[in-house]
């Protein structure tokens, strides 16, 4: 994070305190942290969730969090948890980080505060041997200092100052006051967002510049989802990604279905954190271990769930139009569930959640008369939609029986700007109605262009991984099937090459041997199969069944540290896909990669945390996205998904940089940012 601060010689002394700290050269009260201006962006691993300035005095929970001394101790003061995960939790339990995190942030570049007299730049643990030894301003600061105490016109009253030469280095609780954050709001708002969503997070400091939004921090909510299903067996219907074996460490989702369990009740949404599954924790286990919890039959499922609602905003602005805004109770009867309600709904280029688009003449809402156009819907029978989607909403109206409660927001006069799909005419909308309960898509988008991961894009297996390719060549018959089903295809969504989803008993393959479920395909009798779409593999492999040999070259996933890739529980319902961990071992030449452009004012922020990255215990990882905040130009665009890996960012490879080194790379780009990235379909539950 990358602090902005005044500068200290400019600072107003009746407000503050009587002299600046000689250790970092700042004003600040004499038992707060200690303020220092970073050169560059600080990476998010290394920022305190409770001042969100880079760590002083790391101290590490048991629950895997590390805030500041101070911070943590006076946060401590009031509550028993931690303030990311809200754990229980007691300060005798923390214990210092280890030398290596120390060492990391001792070496985080700073700048002299003394911008009028000196441009150094050094280590923030240089920082007060080169005030006290080097720097002209503070020399300059100490003889103004002095001169006050000693004046040579003894005509002026001068208020009392107390000399100190060093400020106590033992961390201890302030007794009042606040101490004199950085404006950091404007760094925060652009941020990529913290490496973890946090729910105690202390707001953003609010700028003094008129023209700037002032934001808070992200709000994020903690949510008990009781899930309901007739059919104990049946699939929930959302794909998860993420596992404390994957640099994304929480299981997220990535995916809803539609005409799912899960999109049917229209509470969860991709980007959701789950917590815990009936009781159990599970923020803390293996990707295989959260799907074998979800997998898990039963009639009535409990999840707890972190939810990101976004930034809370505190404009005038906003204030000043609120208070002609009217919340209205509407309510519509159906004469049978499956009558439409004539309403059509759509989203906005530049807020959040969902508006009512138009209402058919002679349709049920119509003449009930008390909807508007323009209208936002804020929720539909009790199911909060301030940031949802029309196909959540015409899910919900078409699955209710006969009353259907709507609460809107209304502003007199709003106009409804532009839709989000090319922001033209309103023609060019994906909009739904409630109908059916389907999105009505006046004009299909053209389908994005994906293309074979570029040889200087291509990176090593992430550690933990290796892949076995082998070739098996057999006789048979000519009628003799080769006995296996097979998924995935260029005309997939994701991409996929070939897999196989089955070897069956019958066939020469089951009899062979080798050919397991799983493998990916890669040529059939010297045919590649790599970039054939489904229907082209199919008829390349049966017709090249039919001679007496067969050679099928194939490529094996291995994982070295764990045996669940194969994950064989009993999968009543579940039709078979590799685990979205399992792709993760792919070679980088059998990717598909798909450029996405994503645009944003000048005060936006991009709306997307990322994990992963070069360390020195982890070596090469891959770059997730982990984080996709409502209401933000990613989640406006919707290509962007949970779970995808960063390959590149504006034609530059992100393979072996660090996060500290991406995130600034992402920052500097202003309004316009190419984001190459591999997608691959989560594991589904």
Not at 23 to 32: A, K, M, P, R
Not at 51 to 80: A, I, R, S, V
Not at 499 to 506: A, K, N, R
Request: charged share 25%; proline share 6%; aromatic share 6%.
């Amino acid at each position: 994070m990358l602090a902005v601060m005044a500068d200290p010689t400019a600072e107003d002394p009746t407000s503050q305190p009587n002299e600046l700290c000689c250790e970092c050269g700042q004003f600040h009260l004499l038992l707060d942290n200690h303020l220092y201006n970073f050169q560059d962006e600080v990476d998010d691993e290394l920022i305190c969730h409770i001042c969100l300035q880079p760590l002083l005095q790391p101290m590490d929970t048991p629950c895997g969090h590390t805030y500041c001394f101070k911070c943590l101790e006076n946060f401590m003061q009031e509550y028993n948890f931690c303030p990311m995960d809200r754990k229980k939790l007691s300060f005798q339990q923390c214990h210092k980080s280890s030398l290596l995190v120390r060492n990391l942030l001792d070496k985080l570049i700073v700048l002299c505060p003394f911008k009028a007299d000196c441009q150094q730049t050094m280590q923030r643990c240089e920082l007060e041997a080169h005030l006290q030894n080097r720097c002209p301003g503070f020399k300059k600061y100490k003889s103004e200092l002095q001169r006050k105490k000693n004046p040579i016109s003894k005509g002026k009253e001068e208020p009392p100052a107390k000399a100190e030469t060093t400020p106590p280095k033992d961390p201890e609780v302030p007794s009042g006051g606040s101490s004199l954050v950085a404006e950091s709001s404007a760094a925060a708002v652009v941020s990529l967002g913290t490496a973890e969503p946090g729910l105690v997070n202390p707001a953003f400091e609010e700028t003094e510049e008129a023209d700037l939004p002032q934001r808070t921090s992200l709000v994020a909510e903690t949510t008990t989802i009781e899930i309901h299903r007739e059919d104990p067996e049946e699939e929930l219907g959302m794909r998860i990604v993420g596992g404390k074996d994957t640099p994304l460490g929480n299981i997220v989702v990535q995916e809803v279905l539609r005409d799912s369990v899960i999109a049917a009740d229209g509470r969860i949404a991709p980007g959701d954190h789950i917590l815990e599954v009936n009781g159990v924790n599970i923020s803390s286990v293996t990707h295989c271990q959260a799907v074998s919890f979800l997998r898990h039959p039963g009639p009535v499922l409990h999840l707890m769930v972190l939810q990101e609602k976004g930034f809370s905003n505190k404009t005038a602005q906003q204030d000043s139009s609120s208070a002609n805004r009217e919340v209205i109770h509407v309510t519509l009867i159906k004469r049978e569930r499956s009558e439409p309600l004539g309403i059509k709904l759509i989203r906005k280029t530049d807020e959040a959640g969902i508006f009512i688009l138009d209402l058919l003449e002679g349709g049920l809402a119509a003449k009930n008369g008390k909807l508007s156009r323009n209208d936002r819907v804020l929720s539909i029978n009790g199911q909060d939609l301030r940031q949802g989607t029309p196909e959540a909403a015409a899910q919900i109206i078409q699955t209710s029986d006969s009353r259907v409660n709507f609460v809107v927001l209304r502003q007199p006069g709003m106009q409804l700007s532009d839709p989000v799909e090319d922001g033209s005419t309103s023609n060019s909308s994906s909009s739904s109605s409630s109908n059916g309960g389907s999105p009505v898509h006046h004009r299909r988008r053209p389908d994005q262009n994906h293309y074979r991961r570029k040889s200087n894009y291509q990176k090593d297996l992430p550690q933990g991984y290796a892949s076995h390719e082998k070739t098996v060549a057999i006789k048979k018959e000519p009628k003799e099937s080769l006995g296996i089903t097979i998924g995935g295809g260029r005309d997939n969504k994701n991409k996929l090459p070939i897999y196989v989803t089955s070897v069956q008993p019958i066939g020469c393959l089951f009899r062979d041997g080798r050919i397991k479920r799983g493998d990916v395909l890669l040529s059939i009798n010297g045919i590649d199969l790599t970039h054939l779409n489904y229907y082209e593999a199919v008829s390349a492999l049966k017709s090249n069944a039919a001679s007496h040999s067969v050679t099928l070259k194939a490529l094996e996933i291995v994982s070295l540290n764990s045996t669940e890739l194969s994950l064989d529980i009993k999968e009543q319902g579940f039709s078979w896909s590799p685990l979205w961990i399992s792709w993760l071992g792919l070679p980088s030449y059998l990717h598909c990669c798909q450029d996405i452009v994503l645009s944003k004012g000048n005060l936006e922020s991009w709306g997307f945390s990322i994990v992963g990255g070069f360390e020195e215990s982890k070596g090469n990882q891959p770059f997730f996205i982990k984080t996709i905040v409502p209401g933000t130009p990613a989640f406006r665009d919707r290509k962007l998904k949970c779970g995808d890996e960063i390959v590149a960012v504006n034609g530059v490879p992100a393979i072996g940089m660090s996060n500290s080194e991406l995130i600034p790379m992402l920052k500097e780009q202003r309004n316009k940012v190419t984001l190459t990235v591999v997608s691959w379909p989560g594991s589904l539950v």
